[in-house]
């Protein structure tokens, strides 16, 4: 058993940009991770940070912009903090020593995305996320309060709630947060790790599709553990499809930066004809659901594969300068973006909701916080504005510090006699065929039945397949022993059964749920919630 003041899942953005904060007040903090430190989604962000830094842009502006995109369901008080804390979360990040890019002038260089009135998204070169990353882990390597837990996968959590259930009476200790089951990967063993509060700071769920620009990590681990602890998860159904990642025949999908269009690039579909200007007046740089919408749309008249993305209008010298990986990334798929038109579909690529949190990172268990795209705060409504993700975690690690730091002071960690976990008669795996299976048909069906376009037939396919591979899942679970893989697997099954259960509950068309039987809005806008009963 490890007992520590505060202990953080996930090692990205939120979660470093927390623990530090709370470190540097002097408390003892462990950051739990599933792979290596890096291993995030933040280390793979492109297009940049969105922020109010110049002189043409103001707070309204962004605050508008953020709003449009989310189509009537943002909260427009927690839209218009995270805005305005923009300036001082941007200075930190300097601070820590992430160089955001500067023009020749000298002034910082902003990119445009779709959905964003001006120019407003700082940026490193095309490699915003990975520069963050490594600027954050730097300044947690250098203090001695954090502790860093590679190749640590959490389980579950610990609440006081499920030990009575249990009829576990326990010691009495103050709050709700218990600790966490831990399992440590390299040797197959797991631990009850104490903490009167935990941050959740997981990320998101792309995994649960078959084709998404998220990295392995990215299955909703954050998601399904506070469920099954009895937090409030909403607008599960808002997953937003990035227009532009590359194509290729195996699953991966590297992603184009919204940028590129930001840059002039245009969509052009299978007979090279420019089509945005059909669907949207803002034409390639319309926010994101309305892109990815028409993409789909023109793939399936056409019956192609993908479109194209057309940036051959601006000189190598310039691509290279403003996209060094992206261009790298293409020419490794043997496409020279200066001459080459890039082939480009949609990809899974952010989850909009997830666990309810307010502004403070709280979530409605008292001890459990939550920032960044685990979290749902109000601020992507139903549908995100580019770069705002990068920034909401910045903000949310900040003000979740200072709760957390008030909250233990009411709350010191006291032994609270947790039981240890017990494997019972569970074997070794031994078809571990049924896990690869499983895992491939879930997102199959997630990518065909819960995509850009939503009917409520598909959507009750989609239910009906996934409670089938929920209750072998569970059988499997409490047979065997837990690994890693397994675990994912019956994450992204719960955050699966999330999604369209969420998708179910909107009868409208809104923002990034598009659905064919209900093709207006509902006039009054609400989130959809799940809780576990
Ligand atoms: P992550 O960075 O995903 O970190 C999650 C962490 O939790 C990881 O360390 C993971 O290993 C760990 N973890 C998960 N489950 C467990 C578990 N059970 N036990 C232990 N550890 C666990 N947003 C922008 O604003 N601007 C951009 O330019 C941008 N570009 C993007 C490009 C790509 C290709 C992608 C995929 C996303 C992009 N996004 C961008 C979105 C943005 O990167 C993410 O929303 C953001 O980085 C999420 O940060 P996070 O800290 O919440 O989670
Ligand atoms: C991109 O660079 O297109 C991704 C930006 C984002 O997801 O916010």
Redesign the pocket.
Known sequence: MRSFDVIV?????????FALAIARAGRRVA?????T??????????????AVTSQTDDFNLHVQDTLTAGDGLCDEAVVREIVQQGPARIDELRQIGVDFTNMDDGRVSLHR?GGHSKRR?L?VKDL??AA??AALLDAVARNENIEVLEH????DLITRTKLSRLGHTGDAGAGEILGLY??DVHTGKVSAFECPVVML????V?QVYQY????D??????IA?AYRAGAEVRNMEFIQF?PT?LYTTTNDR??I???VRGEGAILRNSRKEAFMAKYDERKDLAPRDIVARAIDSEMKRLGAAHVWLDITHRPKEELLKLFPSIYEGCQKQGIDMATDLIPVVPAC???CGGVVTNLSAETDIPGLLA?????CTGLHGAN?L????????CVL?HNGADTALSYLQKYALEPVGIPPWTDGNVRDPDERVVLSHNWDELRRAMWDYVGIVRTTKRLQRARTRVANLSSEIHEYYWNFKVE?RL??LR?LIQCAELIIGCALQREESRGLHYTRDFLSKHPDAHDSAMRRR
């Open positions: 899942v996930g090692s990205g953005i939120a979660g470093l940009s950051i739990i991770t599933k792979k430190r890096a291993e995030s989604n933040t280390n793979y962000a492109q297009g940049g940070i969105a995305e998204i940026h915003t996320g963050i990353e640590h996968f959490a389980i831990v399992l700071a997981t990320g998101g792309g998404t620009t998220n990295p990590i990215a299955t909703g681990d954050g553990m990035h990642a590297f992603l930066s919204e940028a690529h952010y989850l920032c960044g795209e685990v979290a995100r580019a770069s705002n993700s990068l920034l909401e975690a690690a890693p675990l994912e994450n």
